[in-house]
Structure formats: C-alpha cells, structure tokens
C-alpha cells in the first residue's frame, strides 16, 4: 500500500478511509498486517460498492468483486477525483492522488 509511506502528508490534507469488503474481523487484519494509520471500515455487505457501482465481475460463490478504487469525496459528498483500477492490484500513483488533492484544495480556496 503505498499511501502507508505517504500517510503523514496525506492525512495533513484529508481524511483517509479505507473501505474493505470484508466482515470487521478481516478488515482489522488487513489494517495490522499494513500498519497503516488510516481508519479502515468494514464493508461486509457491500454496500458502499454497491452504492458507487465499483463492481467489475459478479463471481457465482462471492457475488460482486469490487474494483481497487480510490476517491476524492469533497466535504458537500460529491467525487472530485477517482481512480478506477481493473485489476485487483492496480492502483494510483501516489504522486497523482497528492496533485489531486493539491487541486481540490486550491479550488475550495479560490471560492
């Protein structure tokens, strides 16, 4: 996970979840096994990516198979920025997540 090694600047300019779509738990053993700082949630009935429809495959025994997925949600709910991974070890570059938050955060100034 390479937001861990970013984590100080990122929680300076967010707030970072961490949504699995495990029971509470596997999602508590996925967090020590990272040692990461984030909160993570439990995401057991999928309802989160039901909600954002960040499924790519509907898997007979475990039902939908959620995308790596990162967002920027701004304060009012609405996604800013997302990145859509199609295979369960894509992810973001952490430089591009930092440049989309710098944006987010220069446009919440400007108004």
């Not at 979840?17 to 909160?39: C, L, M, Y």
């Not at 009935?45 to 007979?60: K, R």
């Not at 295979?87 to 570059?93: Q, V």
Request: no cysteine; net charge negative; hydrophobic share 35%.
């Amino acid at each position: 996970m390479q937001l861990v090694e970013h984590a100080q600047e990122l929680q300076q300019r967010a707030t970072v979840w961490v949504i699995n779509p495990q029971d509470e738990i596997s999602t508590g053993r996925f967090k020590e096994k990272r040692a990461a700082p984030f909160t993570f949630l439990a995401d057991e009935n999928l309802e989160v990516i039901n909600l954002y429809g960040i499924y790519h495959t509907q898997h007979e025994e475990h039902g939908p198979i959620p995308y790596p997925v990162t967002f920027i949600i701004k304060p009012d709910g609405t996604v800013a920025w997302r990145f859509l991974g199609l295979k369960p070890r894509d992810r973001p570059k952490v430089e591009d997540v930092i440049r989309a938050l710098e944006l987010q955060t220069r446009q919440v100034s400007e108004t």
